[in-house]
């Protein structure tokens, strides 16, 4: 799971990974690596988060 960015206690979060096109995940929201190594260093330590639907 590279540049994974945490969302939850229990190990959820955002990293970069394989995008098959369909939901194949246990609940962390995958991004594509190129993405995910760009917004990595932009989150410092504490960031708040707010997931909406």
Avoid: I, W
Avoid at 24 to 53: E, I, M
């Amino acid at each position: 799971m590279p540049f994974f960015l945490r969302l939850t206690d229990d190990g959820v979060g955002l990293h970069g990974g394989y995008l098959p096109g369909y939901a194949a995940s246990h609940g962390c929201v995958r991004l594509p690596k190129s993405f995910a190594q760009d917004l990595y260093p932009l989150v410092p330590l504490g960031t708040p988060v707010v997931v909406r639907d």
